[in-house]
């Protein structure tokens, strides 16, 4: 009764969090009493994570993000433990294989859309320097830069580094689930 009550009430404050996340991009919305409830009610649990620096580089800021990952692996776990009743070694090692994959997965997810909608940005407007365009330059520049560095003859068309880009992408996407879903089956699988 215990975990599928604490499961309950994690999965309501994954909801609280992720309404934050998204509302924070919207300004009008970022105002009120209804927010500043939310505010109160999530800033001292995101609070733990804003102190970590690697989570925050430049524009981007991957706070909410790491929060939510640490919830869902508290909440994977609470529900493995009300379906069986039993904390193994294996079953620790395999959630946090699992919330590690879901966050490389977002990321990679991320940078796949970011590159794609580069790419648009690119094909089909004459001027994209705007804020969106700089920020998925901002993006996507690293990957970029890689994909230029590592191809055997130089590239000059920007739009064929960002093809390759996210066709490399996709590739580590579909590996890291094939190896991860391995790795989390077998970790769980473990009997102690």
């Known amino acids: 009764m215990f975990w599928h009550l604490l499961s309950g009430l994690l999965v309501v ?14 300004p009008g919305s970022a105002s009120g009493p209804g927010w500043r409830a939310l505010l109160r009610f999530t800033d001292p649990y995101l609070r733990l994570f804003r102190g970590i620096s690697f989570l925050r580089r430049g524009l981007f800021d991957f706070t909410a ?11 994977d ?22 919330a590690l994959w879901s966050g490389l997965s977002f990321l990679l997810i991320l940078f796949i859309a970011a590159a ?19 920020l998925l330059e901002a993006l996507v520049r690293p990957a970029v830069s890689a994909a230029r560095a590592l191809l ?14 996210i066709v490399a992408l996709l ?10 879903g391995l790795l989390r089956a077998a970790l769980l699988a473990l009997p102690f």
């Open 13 to 26: 404050y994954i909801i609280l969090i992720s309404m934050r996340f998204l509302l924070s991009w919207f």
């Open 116 to 134: 794609a909608l580069r790419l648009i940005f690119r094909l089909f407007t004459r001027r994209y320097e705007n804020p969106v365009g700089e």
């Open 77 to 98: 776990l609470s529900r493995a433990l009300a379906a069986g009743g039993r904390f193994t070694l294996g079953l620790l090692l395999g959630t946090l294989a699992g």
């Open 171 to 180: 590739i580590a996407h579909l590996l890291g689930a094939l190896l991860f």
């Open 152 to 165: 055997p003859r130089p590239v000059s068309k920007e739009e064929h580094l960002l093809v390759v880009v």
């Open 65 to 75: 993000v790491a929060a939510v990952l640490v919830l869902i692996v508290a909440l």
